[in-house]
Structure formats: structure tokens, C-alpha cells
């Protein structure tokens, strides 16, 4: 596809269960990020990969949240046992280049999560 | 957290006025960046600035970035229903990370 794409585009989880999201990043883009946001706030940073590698992982709130990205391309972010805290739209961004830095990102539309 | 905040928080505004927005940040940068958001289309970039830069122009949009007072501005001029969305300022921290710093956003309605 022409841009990002991110499925389920909704999500509802019972507290407890796991969930996983999907991110498809535009193809041949070498950096892919993603981010959680809030209800009325901005973007918050949770992991970075340069295909396959996984270079910045500072921003995951608990070692319930993992991300992958084994071939390079789709990227799975994963949360177990999921709490009302993670109630949220998870965004998947990618970028052409391998250095990230002052590069614009694309962003896909995002999963809402809702954790009942 | 956040480093970022946009003031103000929210804007309402008659569509061809001016609609100005500011963002401040906290520590020092590599580059600061807006991006707009809406229900239909997400997040999209707008405009990059440097560090190094002062001024940027790109179509309607106008952005200042003032690293001594760690703010920037992004003025949307001659404003349409369209603009209406969320707008962030996002900042590349040079650090030994590759993470951006969004800030909250101003929520921008341009009234027809």
C-alpha cells in the first residue's frame, strides 16, 4: 500500500488478556517507531527498530509491553496481561532512512485500545 | 512525560485569519518538527526546522524557533475549515536515543 497501515484499528481487551498489534510500514522504509498516545495528549515514544534490530526500547512503560520486527518489515507490538492504564491509540511511524535523525516520519492510523 | 508544551490549548478561529500556535521544550535539540492531526488523516508532518535555523516557510505556514528561549511558533496563515485538527510540535533530543518528545498539542478549529 501506498502509506502505514495498523490493524485491528479497535481493539477491546479484557484486563488481563493479551493483545497484539500489527504495523505493515511503507515498503522499503529502514526506520519504524512506534508510539502511544493518550486520550488528549501528544504522541509518547516506546520503541525503536532499524530494521530488524531493535535500537531504542527506553520508552516501553513495563516489561509487559514487547515490540519485534524479525524480517525487518511488519512489526508486532505485544502486551501482556493488559491493564486499564494501557487504555490508549498505539501508532506505528516508519521512515525511509536508517538514521532517523531529522527525517520525517509516516505515521499509520493507529490501534485503539480499550481495556475493559 | 512530555517535554513539549503548545500553548495555547485550544484556538477557535474565523476561517482567513491567522491562527498562531507555541511550543516549548526543555532541553537542548537536533531539530524540531510540527505535525498535524486529525480524525481523517492522523498524524502527518508539516515542517522540519534545525537547530541552526531561525525561519521556515512552506506554503501557508510559517515556524520560528528561538533555541535561547527554547520555543517555537507555527503560524498558519489566510486559515481554512480544513486546518481544523490537533496540532504538535515533535523535538529530536541529541542524545544517545532515537526518540522524539511530542508535545500536547493545540486543537485548532477554524470556523467557516
Known amino acids: 500500500g501506498a502509506g502505514v497501515s495498523q490493524s485491528p484499528r479497535y481493539k477491546v481487551a479484557k484486563r488481563g488478556q493479551d493483545v497484539a498489534l500489527r504495523c505493515d510500514p511503507i515498503s522499503g522504509h529502514v526506520s519504524l517507531f512506534w508510539y502511544q498516545q493518550a486520550l488528549g495528549q501528544g504522541p509518547e515514544f516506546l520503541t525503536y527498530?532499524?530494521?530488524?534490530?531493535?535500537?531504542?526500547k527506553s520508552g516501553l512503560p513495563s516489561d509487559r509491553f514487547f515490540a519485534e520486527r524479525p524480517e525487518g518489515s511488519v512489526s508486532t507490538l505485544k502486551i501482556q496481561r493488559t491493564q486499564q492504564e494501557d487504555s490508549a491509540v498505539y501508532l506505528c511511524?516508519?521512515?525511509?532512512?536508517?538514521?532517523?535523525?531529522?527525517?520525517?516520519?509516516?505515521f499509520g492510523p493507529g490501534t485503539r485500545l480499550t481495556v475493559l | 512525560s512530555q517535554q513539549g508544551e503548545e500553548d495555547p490549548q485550544a484556538l477557535s478561529i474565523q476561517e482567513g485569519e491567522n491562527a498562531t500556535m507555541n511550543c516549548s521544550y526543555k532541553?537542548?535539540?537536533?531539530?524540531l518538527q510540527w505535525y498535524r492531526q486529525n480524525s481523517g488523516r492522523g498524524l502527518v508532518h508539516l515542517i522540519l526546522?534545525?537547530?541552526?535555523?531561525r525561519e521556515k516557510h512552506s506554503g501557508r505556514l510559517r515556524v520560528t524557533l528561538d533555541t535561547s528561549k527554547k520555543s517555537s511558533s507555527l503560524l498558519i496563515t489566510a486559515s481554512r475549515a480544513a486546518d481544523t485538527a490537533s496540532y504538535f510540535c515533535?523535538?529530536?533530543?541529541?542524545?544517545?536515543?532515537?526518540?522524539?518528545?511530542f508535545g500536547t498539542g493545540t486543537r485548532l478549529k477554524v470556523l467557516a
Open positions: 511511524a516508519s521512515s525511509l532512512v536508517s538514521t532517523p535523525r531529522s527525517n520525517e516520519q509516516f
Open positions: 532541553t537542548s535539540i537536533n531539530n
Open positions: 526546522i534545525r537547530s541552526n535555523e
Open positions: 527498530f532499524q530494521n530488524e534490530a531493535q535500537l531504542d
Open positions: 515533535a523535538t529530536e533530543v541529541p542524545s544517545g536515543t532515537y526518540k522524539y518528545i
